[in-house]
């Protein structure tokens, strides 16, 4: 479950690393998009050490082979960042997160899990980075602009088609970026699968995010600095949680994951 939650907060910001991408020369589009990359990146992995709150609100719409059938699963998130405080909010699960502690709740489950706090170790993120870069160096390398425009709202479209081994190394045939009209962030990144080719559980088709507000200095509040104290009471959970069972596994404190009623 911590593993899952991980992949949803960074999928935002899974395209932030092209620091190695050499794109075509005096292509307008690709240097768009680059400078949205680089502003992206430079947020996305320094917020830890910044005294300003990042704020996300976006759709995730996932698709899967079977999507024509199930529906197409979409859902609504909400991010706050800041140095040593991490908010998450969808209809699934809630996350709080200081420098010492995690909680994540899981509203339809009436359960809390808490963990060491790991999201905002500087050494996972640094990681995580690394990894980002290499993916992004991958997929521009086998990758072609196919198409690039403006949009009505003033911002750009670029949409870049895979090669042969391209897919075959990452199952991905294309993905999609649109541009805000400042070139701040995007309004909207589609990656789409391979049939049958998918890295991702459960036969993904596509993802896309469709972000409605994104600030780099939110002043609309910010995440919880203790949140032991909104959690715990002692050892155990109070106010609207304390119906809620609690899962403790904390390596620091607990040898051993316990489960408490």
């Known amino acids: 479950m911590i593993k899952r939650i991980k992949y949803i907060f960074l999928l935002p910001v899974l395209l932030a690393g092209m620091a190695g991408f050499t794109p075509p020369a005096n292509d307008p589009c690709i240097e768009q998009v680059k400078n949205v990359y680089k502003k992206v990146q430079e947020v996305s992995f320094s917020y830890m050490n910044s005294e300003k709150v990042y704020y996300m609100d976006y759709t995730v719409r996932t698709a899967t082979a079977d999507s024509a059938q199930d529906g197409i699963n979409e859902s609504e998130i ?9 908010f998450v909010k969808s209809s699934q699960m809630e996350v709080y997160e200081d420098g010492d502690d995690a909680f994540v709740v899981l509203p339809d489950k009436k359960m809390v899990l808490r963990a ?7 050494k996972r993120m640094k990681n995580s980075s690394m990894k980002v870069n ?5 997929l521009f390398k086998f990758s072609s602009v196919s198409a690039c425009g403006n949009t009505l709202q003033g911002g750009k479209r670029i949409l ?14 294309s993905v999609l970026f649109v541009t805000n009209n400042s070139g701040e962030y995007f309004d909207k990144i589609r990656i789409n699968y ?3 080719g998918s ?16 600030s780099y200095d939110y002043k609309g509040g910010e995440p919880y600095k203790n949140v032991s104290k909104l959690f715990m009471s002692g ?8 119906g809620y069972k609690l899962i403790d596994s904390r390596k620091k404190k607990n040898p051993e994951p316990r489960l408490k009623k």
């Not at 290499?134 to 991958?138: C, G, L, N």
């Not at 050892?235 to 304390?242: D, R, T």
């Open 199 to 214: 890295h991702l559980p459960g036969g993904v088709v596509y993802i896309e995010y469709n972000f409605k507000k994104v």
């Open 160 to 173: 870049l088609n895979v090669n042969e081994k391209g897919q075959e190394l990452l199952g991905i045939q």
């Open 116 to 122: 060491d706090a790991d999201m905002l170790n500087d």
């Open 194 to 196: 391979t049939a049958g």
């Open 235 to 242: 050892s155990e959970l109070n106010g609207k949680y304390a």
């Open 134 to 138: 290499m993916i992004q160096d991958t």
């Open 78 to 86: 909400q991010m706050l960042a800041c140095k040593k405080c991490l």
